[in-house]
């Protein structure tokens, strides 16, 4: 006999909101399954709002309103028992971000967790990295966002350190990361990977998925730095309408994609990694895991 739970989790972040439904596949003395049901994204680019003028505007809080409606009839509708919505670096920095937030739970009926940097690497770090972390090996999992990037190194199978940097593909994109930030992340990397021989890197993120799907790859396989940078180079020189149109790039994805791989490409350079795994997990993936095992 199995049982089946169906679980959600939304993410809000800077670029776009998500709403994942997992279903949970339950035997006796065996592991739990989650398997994805859906998987919704609405590229509501808060970040724009948050990271230049401080708030976000009238118009992305009714487009959040009627995105948070939607993600709960849709809810209803697959019949979900349990759900947590986590918001991330553009609510957090947005001085409106709690009156947002209340704004959802009064129109939405949604309640909404406004998460720091250190939770959001704690939550994507309990997602399913431990099917790609070997016990012998030495990993730096890097989870680029609009607004942040976070960072974790895993060493003997365990998380030793983490930390979320005001770095991210929407701030880049309005040039609001200056040098010294660039400095603190190199100095960090270079610092908590000194001595560390043959480190791998694992991305996670929509750029970074988008990035591994173009290349054709078996899921199991990595990119090389040599790939990525080749890659980069090439969509570097197409114009942002020639990688929508030639490549069908999403018009919110096009733009970002340049400056993301920027960043998993120094932080491959800075901790002397050749290759880059990409399994599809992120903060949405953590948020079903943390509620199901309750480690939130």
């Known amino acids: 006999m199995i049982q089946i739970k169906k679980y959600a989790a939304i993410d809000i972040g800077s670029n776009a909101m998500r709403l994942l439904i997992t279903n949970i596949v339950e035997q006796k003395d065996k592991e739990a399954q989650f398997n994805k049901s859906a998987l919704i994204r609405v590229p509501i680019r808060l970040g724009q709002d948050a990271f230049t003028v401080g708030e976000i505007s009238e118009e992305n809080i009714e487009r959040m309103v009627d995105a948070m409606k939607a993600f709960k009839l849709l809810m209803k509708v697959y019949k979900v028992e349990k ?80 930390k979320s940097f005001k770095n991210g593909t929407v701030r880049l994109l309005n040039n609001m990361v200056n040098d010294i930030v660039w400095q603190e992340i190199e100095k960090w990397i270079k610092l908590n990977t000194e001595g560390i021989e043959n480190i791998i890197l694992i991305g996670s993120g929509g750029n970074i998925n988008k990035t591994f799907k173009l290349s054709g790859k078996a899921q199991e396989k990595p990119l090389s730095y040599k790939y990525l940078k080749s890659q980069f180079d090439y969509l570097n020189a197409l114009t942002y309408e020639q990688r929508i149109a030639e490549l069908g790039l999403n018009t919110d994805r096009a733009d970002v994609i340049i400056p993301a791989l920027t960043i998993y490409l120094r932080a491959m350079r800075w901790s002397g990694a050749k290759n880059i795994y990409v399994p599809k997990i992120g903060l949405s993936d953590g948020i079903v895991k943390a509620m199901y095992y309750n480690t939130i």
């Open 83 to 162: 759900y947590m919505a986590c918001a991330t670096s553009a609510m957090r920095e947005a001085y409106n971000g709690k009156e947002v937030v209340e704004i959802i739970k009064k129109k939405a009926d949604i309640k909404i967790d406004i998460i720091d940097g250190k939770k959001e690497a704690a939550i994507i770090a309990s997602s399913d990295l431990h099917q790609f972390i070997k016990t012998n090996e030495n990993y730096l999992y890097v989870d680029v966002g609009g607004g942040s990037t976070e960072f974790s190194l895993f060493s003997n199978g365990k998380m030793v350190v983490s």
